[in-house]
């Protein structure tokens, strides 16, 4: 099976642009989760979709904002960016019960300048 | 919310010799617990898993063991390699209607040939 995939792998934007990144899953997942991974603060949690629906949500502002189609692949915009937004992310596809293993993939570096 | 707590951040070992990573977790419900590597410019790469129904788990020269009363659980690796040099995450995942997976802050593991 193919692993999970993300396009752009690298991406460079300004402040105050938009930007969407896609992610596919593990053909059969229908669990998606978004992460943020930064220096100073690690691996953080940015939200997860399941079937369509987004299930569950961490604490960043609503400039952060997802959507899964019905192929399990999905997209993750951020608007107003912002320096702070320059990270590595990330997404994990599992197939959606509680407790199952995350799979990752290679992640899309943002530069924010 | 859960507080996953890991130390040190950094480990240096000699080929051959074992290295054990140690995490601390916050919320008596989370009952998953999985370890992750991450090579430079990869995304993070499941190693091990435990649920918190069994106390150790091994799988080849990787083990992780767990103590739900005190709340900490540790990976241990044998025989370390030259390409086990990596960055180490561990991460909790509660129960319930906000499950995710926490992430501790990662160690970055040197293993000098």
């Known amino acids: 099976k193919a692993g999970v995939t993300q396009t752009p792998r690298y991406l460079i934007k300004t402040r105050g642009q938009q930007v969407t990144l896609s992610c596919s899953p593990i053909?059969?997942?229908?669990?998606v989760s978004w992460y943020q991974q930064t220096p100073g603060q690690g691996l953080q949690f940015l939200f997860e979709?399941?079937?369509?629906?987004?299930?569950n949500k961490g604490n960043f502002p609503g400039r952060f904002s997802g959507r899964q189609f019905s192929n399990s692949r999905s997209e993750m915009n951020v608007s107003t960016l912002e320096l702070g937004d320059s990270a590595l992310y990330l997404c994990?596809?599992?197939?959606?019960?509680?407790?199952?293993?995350?799979?990752f993939g290679p992640g899309t570096r943002l530069t924010v300048l | 919310g859960e507080n996953v707590e890991q130390h040190p951040s950094t480990l240096s070992v000699q080929e051959g010799d074992s290295a054990v990573i140690k995490c601390t977790y916050s919320?008596?419900?989370?009952?998953?617990f999985p370890w992750y590597k991450q090579e430079l410019g990869k995304g993070p790469q499941l190693i091990i898993d435990?649920?918190?129904?069994?106390g150790e788990k091994k799988d080849q020269r990787i083990a992780v063991t767990l103590n739900k009363t005190a709340k900490h659980f540790s990976l241990h690796i044998t025989e370390t390699q030259p390409e086990d040099s990596a960055v180490y995450f561990c991460?909790?995942?509660?129960?319930?209607?906000?499950?995710?997976?926490?992430f501790g802050k990662g160690i970055t593991l040197s293993v000098r040939p």
């Open positions: 919320d008596s419900a989370s009952n998953y």
């Open positions: 994990a596809s599992s197939q959606g019960s509680e407790g199952d293993t995350q799979y």
């Open positions: 053909s059969g997942h229908r669990s």
């Open positions: 435990i649920r918190s129904n069994v």
């Open positions: 991460a909790a995942r509660t129960t319930g209607a906000n499950s995710k997976l926490t």
């Open positions: 979709y399941f079937s369509e629906t987004q299930r």
